[in-house]
């Protein structure tokens, strides 16, 4: 509570509530204090400092399954309890390994917080990735049923199967919806409720231990190849004509956000243009990820045009 009492016929003393509590504290009156036309400002000066962002944002698909090399399978085993190989789980701790050099080169309190679909194969190349890391080095680990793979459908007909897959083809990935299952817009809808959750969990610091700032906090997704890329396609707002043009991520490979110089994530810090022209990049979508290096988390780029050329042909 603030009083103001007079103190001569043009200015006033603010008397805080705190001078009931034994000092006697006084300021001048200015009624073009920017605090005083704006009391947000004041509210903004006294909240403390946004915990850091985590360093990078680490994209997994799972290792090798058994239904990678027998699409068989899917007509024995429900696709959420498909296995992995041997080889899978090759991949999966040849994964850990990569994941740990990588976080831990240059610092020394790094952390990994994991996010994982529950599928049998994503849990199951979770456990390889796991062996890389002592107890202490993992924040936390959350199964979460939104990354989890499309649902193709209750598939028992391998022929049905080859030619549903085939119609997709002709129709188009983005759009198509397999007979009682879904279309990669339908995952896009549940991966924007995801986003929105992990977004708020960056915002609170909810990686962080107690007592703790580290900025060398690292995200794992451990998820399927689509919904990844259907992930960064919401995450950079790509349109479907990109989603269609990119590459599915090999079985235990992994893609990587990593934050630039001004705090945002972008691809292109870990990778090379190479590498994302592999992935399906186009030049457009590279440089979009260059501004993403350097820019700052809310900044938008108004020197380029997102997309814009691809919508009014007049400007080709």
């Not at 204090?33 to 000066?45: D, K, V």
């Not at 399978?73 to 789980?89: M, N």
């Not at 590498?275 to 979009?288: I, S």
Request: proline share 6%; glycine share 10%.
């Amino acid at each position: 509570m603030v009083c103001l009492s007079p103190v001569g016929p043009a200015r006033g003393r603010i008397r805080c509530c705190e001078d009931t509590l034994g000092r006697h504290h006084t300021r001048r009156w200015n009624p073009t204090s920017p605090e005083l036309q704006f009391p947000e400002l004041l509210l903004r000066a006294s909240m403390p400092l946004p915990p850091p962002r985590p360093r990078r944002i680490i994209l997994v698909r799972h290792g090798q399954s058994e239904g990678n090399v027998d699409e068989g399978a899917y007509t024995r085993v429900p696709d959420p309890r498909i296995g992995l190989t041997i080889r899978g789980w090759e991949e999966a701790e040849a994964c850990g390994r990569r994941i740990r050099q990588l976080v831990s080169t240059g610092c020394d309190d790094w952390k990994v917080y994991f996010y994982v679909s529950p599928y049998r194969r994503t849990l199951e190349t979770l456990r390889g990735l796991g062996k890389a890391f002592e107890s202490e080095r993992i924040a936390g680990v959350r199964e979460e049923p939104r990354i989890r793979e499309q649902d193709f459908g209750n598939f028992q007909d391998r022929e049905k199967m080859r030619v549903e897959k085939e119609i997709r083809r002709r129709y188009g990935r983005f759009f198509y919806r397999f007979p009682n299952g879904e279309s990669a817009a339908d995952v896009y809808d549940r991966i924007t409720g995801f986003r929105e959750t992990l977004r708020a969990d960056i915002d609170i610091g909810r990686f962080q231990p107690p007592g703790l700032r580290s900025p060398n906090m690292n995200i794992v997704l451990v998820s399927h190849g689509l919904t990844l890329r259907v992930f960064l396609m919401r995450w950079y707002k790509w349109t479907v004509e990109q989603f269609e043009g990119l590459n599915n991520f090999d079985n235990g490979g992994m893609l990587v956000m990593q934050t630039g110089e001004g705090g945002r994530y972008s691809l292109l810090v870990h990778h090379t243009e190479e590498e994302l022209q592999a992935f399906g990049l186009t030049e457009d979508m590279l440089k979009d990820q260059l501004w993403q290096k350097t820019a700052k988390p809310g900044e938008l780029n108004y020197n380029f045009m997102r997309n814009g050329q691809s919508f009014f042909t007049h400007f080709l």
